[in-house]
């Protein structure tokens, strides 16, 4: 099997990304970036499936994590904090966290707009 068809097709391609689950992170590590596109809305049928076996990587993906909160992308943010701030069951990485307390703390215009600083404080308050 190719790895690439791992990814998710379209946002209810479920069936694909319940696949996930029997891949180890080393096995899927070339697509994590593409996985992760999949819970710039959790909205999305497909993205709780997608967010559920990331949960299960996160120690492995911080840099990418990392990435994506200091990042210019609001609502990726949100939903990021949400997958592995507060519905994650791991506790959260120390750079991470500290990611999350300058938006929950100094949060900037666009984040303050797109209400990820309030997802940042239930993050710190789990």
Do not use: C
């Amino acid at each position: 099997m190719n790895i690439e068809d791992l990814i998710p097709k379209d946002k209810l391609d479920i069936e694909t990304a319940e696949k996930l689950k029997d891949y180890s992170y080393e096995e899927i590590k070339p697509i994590v970036p593409d996985l992760l596109d999949w819970i710039q809305d959790m909205n999305w049928p497909v993205a709780k499936t997608v967010a559920d076996y990331l949960i299960t990587i996160s120690e492995f993906i911080i840099p990418e994590i990392i990435e994506i909160l200091n990042g210019k992308d609001e609502m990726w943010k949100y939903w990021t904090i949400g997958v592995f701030g507060i519905y994650s069951k791991k506790p959260l990485h120390p750079e991470v966290l500290e990611i999350i307390y300058r938006i929950a703390n100094y949060p900037s215009f666009e984040e303050k707009e797109s209400e990820v600083d309030e997802q940042a404080i239930r993050a710190l308050n789990k």
